[in-house]
């Protein structure tokens, strides 16, 4: 089963699903461009990472070099699963209807929306 991450350990994921395998340097320094964040706390919460296998580390190089051990799909389907049944008590039309008040969808998010809703209906019928 796909673990679900903290909320800093899925910002070092994102990044290392945008960026490929990188190390804790790498990660570092791209995290400090959003907020203050110090090189050993992003080193250790690697490292529990890995012990999670939530990433893989690479040993052959001086620098460990880090790497996505979850595909994000599956991270994002039980993140979304959790959410869905924590706070809507399942019900993903209540789910979608919050996101869509709470922000404007772009007209591209809409044209995505309507596909899968209209695959969706195709599948049950």
């Known amino acids: 089963m796909t673990p679900i991450p903290s909320n800093s350990e899925l910002e070092i994921l994102r990044i290392l699903w945008r960026r490929g ?4 340097r790498e990660v570092h320094d791209e ?4 907020r203050a964040i110090g090189y ?6 690697m490292q529990v990472m ?13 620098s460990h070099v880090y790497s996505p051990a979850v595909e994000e799909k599956s991270v994002k389907r039980r993140l979304v699963s959790e959410l869905l049944d924590k706070a809507f ?13 709470d922000k404007r969808a772009s007209q591209e998010d809409l044209k995505k929306i309507r596909k899968l809703l209209n695959e969706s209906t195709r599948k049950s019928q």
């Open 21 to 24: 395998p990188l190390t804790v």
């Open 89 to 101: 008590d399942g019900s993903a039309a209540q789910l979608v209807m919050q996101a869509l008040s």
């Open 50 to 62: 890995a012990e999670k296998k939530i990433v893989t580390r690479d040993e052959s190089e001086r």
């Open 40 to 45: 050993t706390t992003v080193l250790k919460i």
């Open 31 to 34: 995290l400090k461009r959003e």
